[in-house]
Nanobody, 122 residues
């Protein structure tokens, strides 16, 4: 029942910026463990880009994007955003929103968005 709606992808030139948005909907009856963004380029494995942890408000960034991307949360709406600045061609990928929910007993459940395409031209 939980759905993640992503938006904000597009085509930009190197050095440009984009802001990705992800808003969760549906029946969310468990607490949010974290929300984040992952990306996958053609022929490559999906990799973590940035994660925002609810419990301590910590953030985790991939080294490749550190200093250029900023993740933020809106807990009231169960939403997560990714501000991407100084984009590089190697940032080109499909970006997926991710949600981890705490379940009873300390288990987690994972949800993924459909993905939004980011293309950065050189």
């Amino acid at each position: 029942q939980v759905q993640l709606a992503e938006s904000g992808g597009g085509l930009v030139q190197a050095g440009g910026s984009l802001r990705l948005s992800c808003i969760a909907s549906g029946s969310i009856i468990f607490s949010v463990k974290d929300m984040g963004w992952y990306r996958q380029a053609p022929g490559k494995q999906r990799e973590m880009v940035a994660v925002a942890v609810t419990r301590d408000r910590s953030t985790i960034y991939a080294e490749a994007v550190k200093g250029r991307f900023t993740i933020s949360r809106d807990n009231a709406k169960t939403a997560v955003y990714l501000q991407m600045d100084s984009l590089k061609p190697e940032d080109t990928a499909i970006y997926y929103c991710n949600l981890h929910l705490w379940q009873v007993g300390g288990q987690t459940e994972t949800h993924w968005g459909k993905g939004t395409l980011v293309t950065v031209s050189s």
